[in-house]
């Protein structure tokens, strides 16, 4: 099964976590791939890489990093912090892509878990063939949750499960800075 | 603040443990308080109790109950197997409330997880204003999350955050089965 949290609120990536947590409860092996994100600076790494049976691997660098033509559309991400994407960006997601086929070939998990998958699709980090191959082609003993805002309309499609986390209110609308321990 | 995570489809409790593994992993400690569950009939709990810093207590019992006016009104609901609440529920609810007040006066824990808290608010099984004072009263150190569906005005009005789980697609709409370390 494919089970996709989208939407722009809230809850999306802790969903995973929790549904990741509950698999390895019930006795599953899950592998955690997170793109365009660095696992160590997360609160939630450091008991997640105590689990057995619960692997995370990342495939992201520090920073912020958008594509040149939203950077240029929007000049004050700039100001903000954002970079534009290099040559980089596209070979660790490519590379996360490359992790995943590999493990699911060797039948490694029974739970598959790609992190922001969808973000990295928008921003055309991935290439939607090369997803969409895996996702559909794979065989049916194990499933995928995928999470990200922007879940494009064929992967809706392709789900079994679509979850459109939305935003009704959020603190940070308000200028309230992010919490470690419950955001980040 | 106050984390409300409500709505029709899945991933509130999940997103609700997964934001609790992330507080763990700050340092933090967790309290989950579970309505109308039974916390050893989840997978999830066999990982979560053998972390510190997680503590998890339910005040539910195994079997399915509404309102004896909900089975009236949906004689259907019999047939699957659903009993009319009795003295017991109602007193299991108060007994978690009280439960939450107890330590928040006792500062024994930085967040409080309260699961289902709007499912039982929703079928009468707490009294509103003794929820909302304790929601309301409290000190600011600490913070809640809220899950279940049918979360009311007031509720959404007093926290900071709210996402709204949006059923798009379910495979139990399906017909399919609820899956063992996917969906309990």
Known sequence: ??????GNGKGKTTAAIGTGIRAVGAGLSVLMVQ????KELSSEYRVLEKLERFDVVSFGREGFYL????LEKNPQLKEKGFKPFSRIDYQLAEEGIEYVKNAVLNEKYNL????ELCVALYYGLLNENSVKKMLTDSGKDFDFILTGRYAPQWLIDISDLVT????IKHPLNKGMKAKKGLDF
Do not use: G
């Not at 594509?67 to 939203?70: F, G, H, L, Q």
């Open 164 to 167: 459109e986390m939305k935003d």
């Open 112 to 115: 598959y878990i790609l992190d």
């Open 1 to 6: 099964m494919i089970y996709l949290f989208t």
């Open 67 to 70: 594509p040149e033509e939203e």
């Open 35 to 38: 793109f365009m994100k660095v």
